[in-house]
């Protein structure tokens, strides 16, 4: 999609420290790191939301979990844990309408339900 910060992401034209990519899906280290460890794990795919989701993306949408996986393995913290997150819509502070899911991690994290 032209307008979409995260589609430039994942095609080079605006630069990030990009820490996996492959046909399917970028991986990215967050600008404005909440964590020693902030990655955002994306689909090459324009997909604005979950609430865009179909059918035909499901493997993809494995494919995002199975990265998080090794790149958290690459960045030192498969063990000592990390959080998943993927914010959807205004009220979760969806800032960007590229579906993202943030892995956190590298040190402990307050629950996130208090
Ligand atoms: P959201 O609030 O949409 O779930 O998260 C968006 C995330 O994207 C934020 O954590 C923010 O710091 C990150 N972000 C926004 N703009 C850029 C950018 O230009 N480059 C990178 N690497 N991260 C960005
Ligand atoms: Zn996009």
């Known amino acids: 999609m032209a307008d ?14 990009i820490v996996f990519q492959d046909d399917q899906v970028t991986v990215f280290k967050d600008i404005n790191p ?12 324009h997909i604005p939301s979950i609430q865009e989701m179909e059918e035909g993306d499901v493997e ?14 690459q960045a030192g913290i ?5 959080r998943l997150i993927v914010n959807n819509g205004p009220d979760a502070h969806q800032e960007v309408l590229h579906v993202h ?14």
């Open 34 to 45: 909440a964590a020693p460890v902030h990655l955002l794990v994306i689909p090459n795919k």
């Open 101 to 114: 899911m943030h892995i956190l991690g590298g040190g402990a994290m307050k629950h996130p339900m208090g």
């Open 78 to 82: 498969a063990d000592s844990g990390y």
């Open 60 to 73: 993809l949408f494995g494919r995002l979990f199975l990265t998080a996986k090794q790149v958290a393995q």
């Open 4 to 17: 979409c910060l995260f589609c430039k992401i994942a095609s080079g034209e605006i630069p990030s420290e």
